[in-house]
C-alpha cells in the first residue's frame, strides 16, 4: 500500500534553514515547509526523526493503558488515596504524547517548530508536577512526613512547574514582543546563541527535577536509622534515579552523534536513545510508586495529612491552565506573523 503513495522528500543539512538544523545531524531532513499530511507520511519513511516519534508514541498508549486500568479497577471516585497516581498517570500520557506530535509537526513551518515545542516543554512541566503530587503522597520518607517541607512541597513544585515551562520557552526565542515581534525579528534566537538555549533548557528542566526528587533522594541515599523508608520499592526508584541521570547526560552532550558526525543521522542519535531512556525511566517509576502506594498505605493514612482536591487534580488543573497562558503568551507573535513562501524554505 505504502509503494502506491509517494513518501516525501528528505534533505541534507545543508538544504534546510538553520533553525531545522541539529548538532552532528548530517541527513534526513524533512521539508521545513511539509504540509500536514506531508509529516504524517514522514511517519512511514525513514528519517531522521521518525523514530523521536515512535519512541513516545507508542509509549503513550501503555501509560494510557495503565491509566484506564487504576479507573476501571479501583473505587477512584470515592477514593481520595488514588487521585495523586491519577495525575501522575495522566502526565505520563500527555508528556509522551506532547513530544511525539511536537516531533511529527514540527517541520511545517519556523513558527510551527517554536509552538510544537513550546507544547512539549508544558507537558514537560505537568509531568514533573505530577511526579511531585505522587511523591507527596506516596514517596515521602516517614521522618519528613508533616514537616514543613511536607507541607508546602506541592505548592513550591506548582510555582516550578510555571517556572521550568517559561524559562524553557524563553530558551527558544527570548521574550515575545522584546526579542520578536509580529514580523518574527529576532534578536535572541536559538540558533543565533544555541549554547545560551542549550543551557536555559536544561536548567528549566534539571531545577524542578531536582527539587522534586529531593525527598526521595534523601529516602534512598542519605537517611539512616529510624525514620527512614526502607522497603521492596526503593531499589526500583534506583533504576529510576540513574536511568534519569543517563537521558540528562545524553540530552546535554549529544552523544554518540557527536563523536562520529553522519553516522547516527537515522538510528541511534542522542535524542532516540533520550527518548528510550526516558521512557524505561518513567515504566520504573511508575512501578515504584505503585508498590509504595500499596504498602505504605495502611502507615500513611494513619499518619500523612489526608489527600485532597487542591493538593491533586486541583493544583494539575492550575498547572494546565497557567502553563497554556505561558504557551499562548510566547506563541501570540508567531500566530501573528506572515508565512514564508514553501520555495524559499527549502534550498533544492
Known amino acids: 500500500m505504502l509503494s502506491l503513495i509517494k513518501l516525501p522528500r ?51 498508549w501503555y501509560f494510557l493503558w495503565n491509566l484506564m486500568t487504576v479507573v476501571c479497577m479501583q473505587d477512584v471516585w470515592n477514593d481520595a488515596y488514588t487521585w495523586p497516581l491519577l495525575v501522575f498517570l495522566l502526565s505520563c500520557c500527555v ?57 508546602y512541597y506541592v505548592s513550591i513544585a506548582v510555582f516550578n512547574t510555571v517556572i521550568c515551562t517559561a524559562m524553557a520557552c524563553y ?25 545560551l538555549g542549550k543551557v536555559l533548557r536544561i536548567s528549566a528542566f534539571t531545577y524542578p527535577y531536582l527539587f522534586d526528587n529531593i525527598p526521595l533522594f534523601y529516602r534512598i541515599f542519605l537517611c539512616v536509622g529510624e525514620g527512614c523508608t526502607v522497603n521492596e520499592a526503593n531499589s526500583l526508584h534506583i533504576y529510576h534515579t540513574l536511568l534519569a541521570f543517563l537521558t540528562a547526560f545524553l540530552f546535554a552532550t549529544h552523544l554518540p552523534e557527536r563523536l562520529a558526525p ?8 542522542s535524542h532516540q536513545l533520550f527518548h528510550v531512556c526516558g521512557i524505561i525511566g518513567t515504566h520504573f517509576q511508575l512501578k515504584a510508586i505503585e508498590m509504595d502506594m500499596a504498602l505504605r498505605r495502611p502507615w500513611l493514612q494513619a499518619h500523612a495529612p489526608a489527600v485532597t482536591f487542591s493538593s491533586t487534580l486541583g493544583a494539575a488543573m492550575l498547572c494546565f491552565v497557567l502553563s497554556l497562558g505561558i504557551i499562548y503568551h510566547f506563541s501570540c507573535p508567531l500566530l501573528r506573523s506572515p508565512a514564508p513562501s514553501k520555495a524559499s524554505s527549502c534550498r533544492h
Open 262 to 269: 553522519g553516522r547516527f543521522d537515522y538510528i541511534g542519535h
Open 95 to 151: 508528556y509522551p504524547l506532547a513530544s511525539s506530535c511536537a516531533h511529527t509537526f514540527s517541520t511545517m513551518s519556523t513558527r510551527a517548530r517554536h509552538i510544537c515545542f513550546f507544547f512539549d516543554y508544558g507537558a514537560l512541566s505537568f509531568y514533573s508536577l505530577g511526579s511531585a503530587i505522587t511523591y507527596s503522597a506516596y514517596v515521602m520518607p516517614d521522618a519528613w512526613v508533616n514537616s514543613m517541607f511536607h507541607t
Open 10 to 60: 528528505v534533505f541534507n543539512v545543508h538544504q534546510v534553514p538553520k533553525a531545522f538544523q541539529e548538532d552532528s545531524i548530517i541527513s534526513g531532513y524533512r521539508h521545513p515547509r511539509s504540509s500536514a499530511i506531508d509529516c504524517v507520511l514522514s511517519l512511514f519513511q525513514l528519517t531522521n526523526e521518525t523514530l523521536n516519534v515512535w519512541t513516545h508514541f507508542l509509549p503513550t
Open 171 to 195: 530558551s527558544r526565542l527570548g521574550l515575545p514582543f522584546l526579542h520578536y515581534n509580529h514580523d518574527i525579528t529576532e534578536r535572541f534566537p536559538e540558533s543565533q546563541k544555541p549554547k
